[in-house]
């Protein structure tokens, strides 16, 4: 059987599903602590995070069944010119079917029609493949953040150049 494979903007009936897979990914990685997605508020309200200017979040679904996201949203500093690419996360299910790629490619191509020059992401270092998925995409590892956010726990960071 094929597949359907489907990625479309957020809605907010998709919050609490959407809550559960990125809990469940933090955990099946061991992120299932303070200073990660996993305590951040905005993880069961993303509809609602996602609506202000120059942001966006995707849903993705494999035969109508929420498995993950990802989004882009304005950095939480004073570069205007920077965006992050936030609480991108699939499920163990949603892995090897080239969504991740397809939300990048969608994620990236908003943030460069809204003028970012720049993407960001913090990620986890068990993360270890989503990490190598990151480079291959042309993010760069950083040695210092270049944000304060809430996830102090993450201590991978990332840039790529739009």
């Known amino acids: 059987m094929t597949n ?8 907010k009936e998709d919050n609490t599903v959407l809550a559960k897979v990125i809990r469940d990914v933090l955990t099946e990685f ?14 069961d309200s993303m509809f609602e995070a996602y609506q202000k200017e120059k942001s966006v979040y995707y849903v993705a679904l494999v035969n ?4 993950g996201g990802g989004g882009i949203s304005p950095i939480k500093n004073d570069k205007n010119d920077t965006c992050e690419l936030v609480k991108m996360y699939l499920s163990t299910e949603a892995r090897g ?3 991740g790629k397809s939300i990048i490619i969608k994620c990236l191509a908003f943030a460069k029609n809204v003028a970012y020059k720049n993407c960001y992401l913090e990620s986890f270092p068990s993360m270890t493949r989503a ?9 760069k590892t950083l040695d210092k953040p270049i944000s304060q956010s809430c ?3 993450c201590s991978v960071w990332m840039l790529k150049s739009l």
Not at 4 to 11: A, G, L, S, Y
Not at 64 to 67: A, D, E, L, R, T
Not at 131 to 139: D, R, V
């Open 4 to 11: 359907k494979i489907e990625i479309r903007p957020i809605k």
């Open 30 to 43: 061991g992120a299932n602590i303070k200073g990660t997605a996993f305590y951040d508020t905005e993880t």
């Open 64 to 67: 109508g069944k929420i498995v």
């Open 97 to 99: 079917l080239h969504i």
């Open 131 to 139: 990490i190598a998925f990151y480079k291959k995409n042309g993010f």
């Open 151 to 153: 996830h102090y726990s």
